[in-house]
């Protein structure tokens, strides 16, 4: 599985943006994609995991209520829409895949796959 992640930039506190992680090479309804971040001098964190086939969500208490993870699953695509940005999320933001769900989605190592970080920087 390769993946792919886009829609980085600079915003605004309190504004908003979608990154995509697009993915090719063979998914199933049983994958995971997560979101994990990684800020300057600071370990790798889980930031939302979806199932591809559905029937799964989790998010980290940071972003509860303002990110949320989802899927085309046409498109091959998850995506996190980000909304009431604040500066602690300036992180560099990667998408990640296994093959199934696992209770330690929040778990960086559960992880195979790997897509390249895409930058989002909060600052006014």
């Known amino acids: 599985v390769q993946l792919q992640a886009s829609g980085g930039g600079l915003v605004q506190p309190g504004g908003s943006l979608r990154l995509s992680c697009a993915a090719s090479?063979?998914?199933?309804?049983?994958?995971?994609l997560a979101w994990f971040r990684q800020a300057s001098g600071k370990e790798r964190e889980f930031v939302a995991a979806?199932?591809?086939?559905?029937?799964?969500?989790a998010y980290a208490d940071s972003v509860k209520g303002r990110f949320t993870i989802s899927r085309d699953n046409a498109k091959n695509t998850v995506y996190l829409q980000m909304n009431g940005l604040i500066p602690e999320d300036t992180s560099v933001y990667y998408c990640?895949?296994?093959?199934?769900?696992?209770?330690?989605?929040?778990?960086?190592?559960?992880?195979?796959?790997w897509g390249q970080g895409t930058l989002v920087t909060v600052s006014s």
């Open positions: 979806t199932r591809w086939g559905g029937g799964r969500t």
């Open positions: 990640a895949a296994r093959i199934r769900w696992t209770v330690a989605y929040g778990r960086a190592s559960e992880y195979n796959y």
């Open positions: 090479g063979g998914t199933s309804t049983d994958h995971a």
